[in-house]
């Protein structure tokens, strides 16, 4: 790509809304720098038209930056003198230079520029400038057949981009002027279906920064601050949903989005399906998403979060015919799902109705253990474009192992180890953004220098990538493909499926779930079976060490056993006592648990539907009032709740149940580890608090209710070692009554 067309393009992205007038006043200015501004004015006069004109001009940081317009020249806002960028003084002087020290146009200098309007037509004819080319060439010939003369800006680009700036060579005003001149890339391929590609890199809005750690308020300040910054430099998709930030996502998106053109950035959210019980559903939803965004449309829409069971929605008589009506109406531009599932399901999905993209996980550590290579190519036989999602493999691809990142560090010391993982799913061809769900700063930073001037993988950034997974994997990993020549081990072991348990924790470091898995594994079938005769060696096409491999998984299980067990340990165990209240929330039961037994997806289903949006105002005052809850009772009938305990009598909103508690006595437990591997939770925290309690003398009431606290400092705060305590209650007897001492 050359300079010209580089130059053209990034203000397609910038400036979307530009006219045939603006690019050849571009191409002038690029080509004959400030030239047309008038005979030699003294210096004295720029001063007076610069102070003049900054009187006038609005604040407005998100444009505060230099921007390269090619051929050596950059045009400087004159926001950037009133965020205190550069002094007025100082661009008064640049520019007084740069006019004098232009080229004069003379023939050579014509002929560049003619050839610069060719290279702009060729775009138009190709449609990747989307303008009407005939309309287009008449101006060019016309213009050029009155000869060079100065150019306006469009009227359209006067009244949505306000342009207050001047044009100075690169080399006359300091380098310290934040530079726009590399914007994020968008890509040049022609998507089915799209007219104009969004930049390559999107702005995920699921994990804003947020007021405190762990809860959904977003630090609004900290957030636009990223969210100016990332469009200031191209970045055109931002992406939400219903759900993100319990809801709050969408609103602060609508808001922080607000200032800017609304056709200058791609918006984008979703349909939350689980909460579609009928067509009414979705077009209130609709409504209410468009209300919240404080927008007209949405450039693209999304199913969220298809699979086998979300997809039921779209099924429903009337759901998709309100989403195509809406599409009709121009209320959605591009419509498409977000997918979670096998590609099985996603072949199902993708041909049950048109849509015009697909948004897929997709990682190089995903690419062929969660089978990201199959849906990808699914998507691309449908022939529509790909949105990935999740590049960074929540933030796995940013870590690795040591081995792994001295290997990315030894190929380009100044990539960022996050950088490869952005950039190998930006490189797939049928990719027309990559996700990313930017936190701070700093990433949103790293981010944009990664995208600024992309360039996909060549072969040998793809073998450091291959390198350095094979790094991280082998440490970790052990490279069964679960082929099961090896099997039947004539001592009974389960040799894949042990192999499966152990790289499940390699990857996850889940304790709990490994012992889990170990132990629900029957006693035959273990890695402490194995005697290690040998049988299995010559059958393994990996040439695994097996049974040397299965004394790591046994020494690994029992590893974590003698260390406490499941990676948590209780530090103290006291009595509280709690008023009588009334628990509002949902109720489930046996049924509901999940695969590994637990209610993890029921709490991610009540996030993602907002279920304690309605609640926030009826807790009571008390730590317990505090916190989301989940509290269970095992007899008579097993029971887990959901909510939130409020104060007696609480009047119960429309479609939540209830469930009145006498005042209680607590035995407290704090269970002490890592939040983030899931060990503080589950049955042998459960069997722990039970024995700390008993411990104590303190006695279970018969048929107890149990609950967990998140909402204490020590939960919410993270130690030096990155452990937090947990609050584990269970209803005891009540203190036996003093016995008194009757006085005569
Ligand atoms: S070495 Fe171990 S796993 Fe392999 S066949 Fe013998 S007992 Fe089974
Ligand atoms: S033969 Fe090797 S690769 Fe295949 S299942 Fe057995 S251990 Fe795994």
Redesign the pocket.
Known sequence: MDDTERILLDHQTRYPAMTIADYVKLLHQNTFGPKHFGADPAIADVREFLAAELAKTPDDPARAFAEDIGGGYLRIPLAAVRAGRIFADLLAEAFHRSMRESPEPDDALQRAFRDKLDVLLGLIDSGIIALDPVASRDYVERFVSAGVRPVHHSPDFNRLYQPHYRVVKAESIPREVPSMNQNVYVKPTRFRGIDRNPSLLGFGCMRLPTLVEGKPDIDEAKAQAMIDYAYAHGVTYYDTAYPYHHGMSETFVGKALKKYPRESFFLASKMPGWLVHSREDAERLFREQLGKCQVEYFDYYLCHALGEENFKAYLLPGVMDFLREMKAAGRIRHLGFSFHDSPDVLEKIIHTFDWDFVQIQLNYLDWTAQDAKRQYETVVAYGVPCIVMEPVRGGLLATLSDEAVAIFKAADPQASVASWAIRYAASKENVMVVLSGMSNAEQTADNIRTMTGFKPLDAGEKGVIAKALDAFLKNRTIPCTSCRY?MP?????D?PWMFRVHNDYALSKRKRDFVWDYEETAAEKRAD?????????PKCPQRIA??ER?KDVKALYEGIKSEGGMGMKIVDCHRETMPATRFIGRRYGDADRNESGGFGAKWGEAFATGLFAPLENLCLDTPEGKAYVGLMRCTPAFQYWIGVFCPAGTAVPEGYGSVDLPAMALSVTWVKGKEETGDLYGQKTHDASIDAARAKGFVPVEAPWYFERYCEERFLRKDAAGDVILDYCIEIRPEPARPTTDVQ
């Not at 081990?489 to 072991?493: A, E, F, K, L, T």
């Open positions: 090896c081990c004539p001592h009974g072991v040799i079976r194995c005697v290690a005769c040998g049988e299995c060696l097996i049974p299965m």
